[in-house]
């Protein structure tokens, strides 16, 4: 269970994959039902389609109704912001992408993603940029959604429902991340640096840089697709219950010094989706958390 007044969520990275229907959805379950079902399950998940394209209000406000009022989401930060423009002159691109409906997640909405290319490397500049522009509430992030562009080819979503924080993780891919000086930029910025679990394709830090940890987990033996056994996942229950705990332990995979010790909230995401090993493994990493209620029977 989570530290008293911490969260713990785990889920995965989407719930829209063909392969799960008929493996883990039910056979004949509706597609608009699969969001309801997983939910039941987990008590948190990722949104992958921002990455791709900018979602609509209604689409938001859909996933708010179809899930418990206590769940959250995580939101993937668009690819034209990290990838094409590689976070320079992104004013116009983050006020679409927060004027396109992010908001209507209302009290469900999590930490914002922002997932690095493999090409980009380390650079205080660039990111100090990016992170000085970041809206870091909803309120904030309303005010910038005012200044989008014609790219928006529907009508904004402005509304708040309440000043909330936003906050926002880094994923990044390249080795040259792997510095002190990298944890220090992301400690002052309060930016979370991602925990990614790549099967060894890339290499991962496991830094404390802000008041929660972000974690996803892409396949432990094969990118998106290996599983993870009972034991890799006690020892990923081991490392998250002592990160909530508020330790920032010291191993090979740490490059500066400890965070200052206070509970964090950590979030989860399994996308080793491809040969349906997501769900399964959130439920399970969940169950060993103590989340009684994120896996109920999901009948």
């Not at 713990?8 to 699969?34: D, I, M």
Request: proline share 7%; charged share 25%; hydrophobic share 40%.
């Amino acid at each position: 269970m989570p530290r008293q007044g911490t969260q713990l969520r785990v889920g995965t990275s989407g719930w829209l994959y063909p392969a799960w229907r008929g493996t883990f959805y039910p056979r004949g379950l509706a597609h608009r039902r699969e969001l309801e079902y997983l939910s039941r399950q987990v008590n948190s998940l990722e949104i992958n389609g921002s990455f791709y394209s900018l979602q609509r209000p209604e689409r938001y406000r859909g996933w708010f109704e179809q899930t418990p009022d206590d769940f959250v989401f995580s939101v993937k930060g668009g690819r034209f912001i990290t990838h094409m423009k590689q976070l320079r002159g992104v004013e116009a691109a983050l006020a679409n992408f927060f004027a396109s409906g992010v908001l209507a997640l209302g009290h469900k909405l999590g930490p914002v993603l922002w997932q690095l290319p493999p090409r980009l490397r380390f650079d205080p500049e660039r990111l100090s940029g990016f992170f000085a522009i970041l809206p870091r509430s909803t309120a904030e992030a309303a005010e910038l959604a005012r200044h989008h562009d014609d790219k928006l080819t529907f009508e904004p979503y402005l509304h708040t429902g309440g000043d909330r924080p936003i906050r926002h993780a880094l994923e990044v891919r390249h080795p040259s991340f792997a510095t002190p000086d990298c944890v220090r930029l992301l400690r002052e910025h309060d930016i979370a640096l991602v925990v990614a679990d790549t099967a060894g394709t890339w290499p991962y830090l496991e830094e404390v840089t802000s008041d929660f940890v972000y974690v996803r987990l892409h396949g432990d033996q094969e990118l998106y697709a290996s599983g993870y056994t009972d034991a890799a996942l006690r020892n990923w229950t081991a490392r998250i219950a002592a990160w909530n705990a508020g330790e920032s332990p010291v191993t090979t995979r740490t490059v500066a010094e400890p965070a200052s010790r206070r509970p964090r909230d950590v979030f989860v995401y399994f996308d080793n989706d491809m040969k349906v090993k997501a769900p399964g493994d959130a439920i399970t990493l969940a169950r060993f958390l103590g989340l009684r209620d994120a896996a109920p029977d999901a009948g």
